[in-house]
T-cell receptor, first 115, second 113 residues
Framework: DGGITQSPKYLFRKEGQNVTLSCEQN?????MYWYRQDPGQGLRLIYY???????QKGDIAEGYSVSREKKESFPLTVTSAQKNPTAFYLC??????????????FGSGTRLTVV | GQQLNQSPQSMFIQEGEDVSMNCTSS?????WLWYKQDPGEGPVLLIA?????ELTSNGRLTAQFGITRKDSFLNISASIPSDVGIYFC?????????????FGAGTILRVKS
């Protein structure tokens, strides 16, 4: 079955450490996205990528980094520069042509907690 | 970045009640979407609306794309316990946001005890 997989489901990080969240899709989608979800704030876009080896900053990119070396994978690194990293992180993927909205698919999320 | 204004922020439902929520924006969108998120999971698409004035149903759910293209509403009829969760509206406007979606802050549906 095609889908998008995020791992791990729960992640604990000590202050000052970098941590990488995994996102893999086998939907053959060209575009991939990372969102951050905080209570009462909806989904805010961190980074997105429309094609391999290219990515763009979203609305809240500071303190985060990404790579897109393979079509299937779009890992997100939360760096020590991110002041308040505790949140629920969602990865999504989609096609890029007309009608892409119907293809938009989310992963099950990773809950990151700084201890 | 632009976010949509979604209301109410939260509401309590009793089984059998009808529920309404809406989403407004200062910008025009050419697509409106409604998602549901269960706790600890990613959002799942409920309804997509592509034309101003469009009214679409999916079982007990009905959504409309506002005539002005700046708003949308979602109704749930005869609510059941499994309707609890967070409902998000999302808009898409190619000329402004390309392939990205803009999301509302969500409406949390809880069960009245």
């Amino acid at each position: 079955d095609g889908g998008i997989t995020q791992s791990p489901k729960y992640l604990f990080r000590k202050e000052g450490q970098n941590v990488t969240l995994s996102c893999e899709q086998n939907l053959n989608h060209d575009a991939m996205y990372w969102y951050r979800q905080d209570p009462g704030q909806g989904l805010r876009l961190i980074y997105y990528s429309q094609i391999v080896n290219d990515f763009q900053k979203g609305d809240i990119a500071e303190g985060y980094s990404v790579s897109r070396e393979k079509k299937e994978s779009f890992p997100l690194t939360v760096t020590s520069a991110q002041k308040n990293p505790t949140a629920f992180y969602l990865c999504a993927s989609s096609t890029t042509g007309t009608g892409f909205v119907a293809s938009y698919t989310f992963g099950s999320g990773t809950r990151l907690t700084v201890v | 970045g632009q976010q949509l204004n979604q209301s109410p922020q939260s509401m309590f439902i009793q089984e059998g009640e009808d529920v309404s929520m809406n989403c407004t924006s200062s910008s025009i969108f050419n697509t409106w979407l409604w998602y549901k998120q269960d706790p600890g999971e990613g959002p799942v698409l409920l309804i997509a609306l592509y034309k101003a004035g469009e009214l679409t149903s999916n079982g007990r759910l009905t959504a409309q794309f506002g005539i002005t293209r700046k708003d949308s509403f979602l109704n749930i009829s005869a609510s059941i316990p499994s309707d609890v969760g967070i409902y998000f509206c999302a808009g898409q406007a190619t000329w402004e946001y390309g392939n990205k979606l803009v999301f509302g802050a969500g409406t949390i549906l809880r069960v009245k005890s």
